[in-house]
């Protein structure tokens, strides 16, 4: 028994130090939200999403970091838009997606709804 604590001390102990000496993941919330502000600022809602009364103030924006090797370069994101809209009085929440490749200079639209419900100005 003294033997099982010593090592699950000795292994506690190892953890501790594991967790206080490891590197910590930088944080790339400003790139996310960069991200976030260069779609919102390129793309519009469409007359088709307008029409079906989305609560735009309450839409859902996200990015994560797209992974490799489907992008070649280090700080690509998946933004993507979650709003409830109300076509023909029922209600169901939609998904846009867009790709934001390195320095956020360029983008594509992931999926269908985010051609047909948000333009391009």
Not at 56 to 68: G, S, V
Not at 70 to 80: E, Q, S
Not at 96 to 106: D, G, H, M, P, R
Request: proline share 7%.
């Amino acid at each position: 028994m003294k033997k099982f604590l010593t090592w699950a001390v000795f292994i506690i102990g190892g953890l501790i130090l594991l967790g206080i000496f490891a590197p910590e993941h930088p944080d790339d919330s400003t790139k996310q939200q960069e991200a976030i502000a260069l779609i919102k600022k390129s793309h519009a809602p469409s007359m088709q999403l307008l029409m079906w009364n989305p609560d735009l103030q309450n839409a859902y924006w996200y990015a994560n970091i797209y992974p490799k090797p489907l992008c070649a370069v280090d700080d690509c994101y998946l933004v993507t838009v979650e709003v409830d809209v109300i076509p023909n009085g029922e209600k169901k929440t939609i998904k846009a997606e867009w790709i934001v490749y390195a320095a956020n200079t360029k983008f594509q639209p992931r999926n269908a709804e985010a051609r047909t419900l948000f333009d391009a100005h």
